[in-house]
């Protein structure tokens, strides 16, 4: 009955049968049919809302998704079977939105998720942006960059009618409301609240991703993250982040204004969660429309305060933004005579200059956050306690009780039941479903870890998953995967601190021990996902580097049959969906004390591979879930870390030329084959860096790594059964990383929704 009812509709919206009609045809009337069932599960707004405002929301595709989420994927799938059409054909058609980058905006998209099917009121506050960060290809070794398109009129985000006032640099432009619609599984519809202006012209973007940035009523909202090295970017940055807030601001006082608020008691109607520093100014933008509607400045800052939180997702001095008063001055002058307040109020809370939020004529948007939220949190307890002890350590002496841990997690709908479909079921098939709602049922896994025939299947699983990668890695980039190797994976943003280069010189030390007649135990294909910011030069020479050093193990007919590198271009979400269930060891190498938490680490283990990886963010809980003998760790403690940072004692010049292995492997990358195949330029500054700089402390890992990941690979060769019981305990622990169990904890101790 259901199957004839949904055929009905797709028939009706196609204006033919499904025979008749094309695969676009089809995709509109999904995307249509799909959305009016997402209406129907809105439900009245009553008491506290939550407001997730973040500058990045990584959504990924959302036909699967929201068909698995309505209970209604299976139905299409078999509809769609009898009339001859495929519905995997249909989610190739699907543009990914462009509306994030990395983990900052992935967490976003699965919180929305999880709220919705806890049925939690709860939108999200962003920005619509055209281009995304930017489509990434690789041309002659090197990142090229180009405009990620994805909006067409087959686009989830609709356009209404709202409209909000913003003032930018003294002039009014409009802010248009977008909405996409959030189904929880078998919960709610929430929101996602998108702003653009109406006067966004992308035809001023010249070569690659180049545009002019003092146009800003054409550019505002092209780019994620624009460039912001020079004085036009940076105030492109605040022009981008005070559209957000000042537009979700209004949003958010016009929505509870008609759930009753009088905004005195706006606690009781908002529960605004700020999401790292980028939607700060909404602290001020409140004051400020708080002002206008005749509340004092004393009381308007304890109402925010009230109603505010923030998380903190690093530790990283770049990436905790300070913006000088100067270029706030120019660009949001309403704002400055309320954040100098702010910063009275906080010199007058303590006598710490380091507390204070105006420092040297800049202003500290954390300190801002902080001083004036009344929850502060870290996102992996290491991460937190870390926050807690160094790095805002005077802020947590000022308030004790503001502090508070909330490790990631993720959705278990996308990054199990829609990514890894035979891994679902053959689960479902032992324990049943119950854990596409209660993540923890996944612990009766445990029964089965040393039944054979359950361990067998499980290998035959991650056989027919990394086939499946091979097949679309040959489809998208023309390479072959030896698909009877190890995969190992390494795939988050290309940053130095997650060191990238670490596996480099790994990749290139098998190499050299290969062409000297010592060769692995196992053959190993190296799959990288990474994207480096248009201004970070060092991450993309490591890009070039590792492209390069791809073509030179190519070249080698008694090396390509052991390594093999493979860079996947423009990696995204629906490339993560491929290569995570076809993963056997997950690359979770950052510095300790560098990565907050990381939910990479979660998604593979939930896939069913072995972590490799330091005592870093939330993989210092992954290894207490799953044990010791079902990871492999290594490398120098956070506490070790950071007393060499405290101490600066760390020469990486000393470490190369004391130990002729590491040395051997950093000078490979100016060796004859590297420069005969690469650029000069590139790979000797990178050489340079690593030698007089290597500011995260690669050097000090390197034997570790060495010998953590040639134990790894033996363990793999060695033994694929005993390989698979770990798999499945890794599987089994997993739950607790479930982002339904992160939220229902933002919401007993922060956010109290009804």
């Known amino acids: ?208 991703i180049c545009f002019d940035k003092s146009k800003i009523l054409e550019n505002l909202t092209l780019f994620l993250y624009p460039d912001d090295s020079d004085e036009a970017g940076r105030l492109l940055r605040i022009y981008q982040q005070y559209l957000m807030v000042s537009a979700g601001a209004q949003l958010i006082l016009e929505e509870c204004h008609k759930r009753g608020s009088n905004y005195h008691d706006l606690k009781d109607y908002a529960a605004i969660q700020i999401n790292d520093t980028h939607p700060s100014m909404v602290i001020p933008e409140l004051i400020r429309l708080l002002e206008e509607k005749g509340i004092e400045f004393e009381e308007a800052v304890e109402i925010v305060e009230q109603v505010c939180a923030y998380t903190n997702h690093t530790i990283l001095s770049e990436a905790l933004e300070k913006w000088p008063v100067s270029s706030l001055e120019k660009v949001v002058p309403q704002l400055m005579p309320i954040i100098k307040k702010l910063d009275e109020v906080a010199r007058k809370r303590s006598d710490n200059e380091n507390t204070a939020i105006i420092l040297n004529d800049v202003v500290h948007m954390a300190h801002m956050d902080i001083h004036f939220s009344h929850s502060t949190n870290g996102v992996a307890q290491l991460h937190t306690d870390i926050l807690k002890e160094s790095e805002l350590a005077d802020f947590y002496a000022l308030y004790p009780d503001k502090f508070n841990n909330k490790t990631n997690g993720i959705t278990f709908r996308r990054w199990l039941i829609a990514c890894n479909p035979k891994l679902c079921a053959f689960i479902e098939s032992l324990i049943g479903k119950g854990f596409h709602k209660n993540a923890s049922e996944l612990e009766k896994l445990l029964d089965h870890v040393n039944d054979e025939k359950v361990l067998g299947e499980l290998i035959q699983i991650k056989k027919h998953n990394k086939h499946q990668l091979n097949v679309w890695m040959k489809k998208k980039q023309g390479i072959e995967l030896n698909e009877d190797a190890m995969f190992s994976i390494q795939s988050k943003r290309l940053h130095e601190y997650k060191r990238q280069q670490l596996n480099l010189l790994f990749l290139i030390h098998q190499y050299l021990e290969i062409k000297n007649g010592h060769k692995p135990s196992v053959p190993l294909v190296s799959i990288f996902g990474a994207k480096a910011a248009p201004a970070y030069t060092i991450a993309k020479d490591i ?194 990383f479930s982002s339904d169990r992160t939220i229902e904890e933002y919401n007993r101790d922060i956010w109290h929704l009804h």
């Open 1 to 208: 009955m259901m199957n004839l009812e949904i055929e009905k509709q797709l028939t009706s919206l196609c204006g033919k049968t499904l025979k008749e009609a094309s695969n676009q045809e089809i995709y509109h009337a999904l995307l249509l049919y799909v959305q009016s069932e997402s209406k129907k599960k809105i439900q009245k707004e009553e008491g506290r809302k939550l407001y997730y405002i973040s500058a990045e929301f990584l959504i990924g595709k959302l036909l699967s998704n929201n068909l698995i989420n309505l209970g209604i994927y299976e139905d299409v799938k078999e509809i769609l079977n009898n009339s001859g059409k495929n519905l995997a054909d249909l989610e190739e058609m699907e543009l990914e939105p462009s509306l994030g980058n990395g983990g900052l905006g992935r967490l976003a998209a699965c919180f929305l998720d999880s709220i919705a099917t806890l049925n939690l009121l709860g939108d999200g506050i962003g920005l619509r942006y055209h281009f995304g960060l930017f489509h990434q290809n690789f041309k002659n070794n090197l990142q090229n960059e180009t405009p990620d398109i994805w909006l067409s009129d087959d686009c989830w985000a609709e356009k209404t009618d709202v409209t909000y006032p913003v003032m930018l640099a003294g002039k009014e432009v409009k802010a248009r409301l977008y909405t996409i619609y959030v189904t929880g599984y078998e919960g709610r519809t929430n929101r996602l609240n998108l702003f653009d202006l109406d006067t966004i012209d992308e035809s001023i973007v010249e070569e690659g």
């Open 543 to 736: 890009i070039h580097a590792l492209l390069t050093l791809s073509n030179v193990f190519n070249e080698d007919e008694a090396v390509k049959k052991w390594l093999q590198i493979v860079m996947v271009e423009n990696y995204n979400v629906s490339a993560a969906e491929k290569m995570i269930p076809a993963c056997d060891l997950s690359e979770q190498i950052s510095l300790a004390s560098k990565e907050a938490s990381g939910t990479g680490n979660m998604k593979f283990m939930l896939n069913g591979a072995l972590t490799l990886g330091t005592m870093d963010g939330a993989n210092v809980e992954i290894a207490q879930a799953v044990g010791n003998d079902n990871i492999f760790i290594f490398g120098a403690s956070s506490k070790q870390v950071i007393e060499r940072y405290q101490k600066n004692d760390y020469c990486a010049l000393d470490w190369y030329e004391s130990d002729p292995n590491l040395k051997r492997a950093v000078d490979f990358i100016i060796s004859d084959e590297m420069l005969s195949m690469g650029n000069e330029e590139n790979l000797r500054r990178l050489h340079h860096e690593l030698i007089h700089k290597d500011w995260f402390q690669t050097f000090p890992d390197f034997n570790a790594y060495l010998v953590r990941k040639g134990q790894a690979m033996e363990e793999y060769s060695r033994d694929e059964k005993l390989w698979a019981k770990k798999a499945l305990i890794n599987i089994a622990h997993a739950g607790f």
